[in-house]
């Protein structure tokens, strides 16, 4: 299913014009990310792509986010991916609390191409060893990006925002259900 991402109402952004997600869930246990970004392409900071590696603090530059979780249970997943093919997974125990790495899942498999005026991310997460989603489970997602220019300028996309600053912890971001496939 194909999503338009939001720009924050307090943020504004000169090169990225749209942001869509495609998401799905192919099997129980696997969830693909398609993320497209439309725009002054060449006015976004966006390192090369290198090998993918495990890193922290993406979100302070440009990153694709996935937020998911299982109801009722509070605990969730944060997923953060950057131009460079650095990740991250944490795992928390309710909103924002009880932080800790998700070493538990294996790398996600990832790829970024660039156009002019189109920049695509994929993410390919295997979850079976997720024990916070249940295979057999429906589960709710949130799908944010950070997108900083090369002016230094970033704005904040999600498929929904609360109230107030940008929080993509925050439950009214997990806006999307997939069912179990």
């Known amino acids: ?28 246990d696997r969830l693909t990310l398609y993320y497209v970004v439309t725009g002054r392409i060449d006015a976004l900071r966006l390192p090369q792509p290198a090998s993918p590696a495990r890193s922290d603090r993406l979100w302070q530059h440009t990153c694709f986010e996935a937020f998911l979780r299982a109801p009722p249970a509070e605990g969730y997943y944060e997923f953060n991916f950057a131009p460079s093919l650095a990740w991250s997974a944490y795992r928390f125990g309710a909103y924002r609390a009880g932080m800790a790495e998700a070493s538990e899942l294996s790398e996600p498999q990832l790829l970024a191409q660039s156009s002019c005026e189109r920049y695509r991310f994929e993410a390919a997460l295997q979850l079976g060893a997720a024990p916070l989603l249940p295979s057999d489970a429906a589960w709710r997602v949130g799908v944010s990006a950070v997108i900083e220019e090369t002016s230094g300028g970033k704005s904040y996309w999600a498929l929904a925002h609360p109230p107030g600053k940008p929080d993509f912890h925050h439950a009214d971001c997990f806006a999307l259900e997939l069912p179990p496939a």
């Open 1 to 28: 299913m194909r999503r338009a991402l939001k720009l924050h109402p307090e943020s504004s952004s000169l090169a990225a014009m749209s942001i869509e997600v495609e998401i799905a869930r192919p099997c129980c």
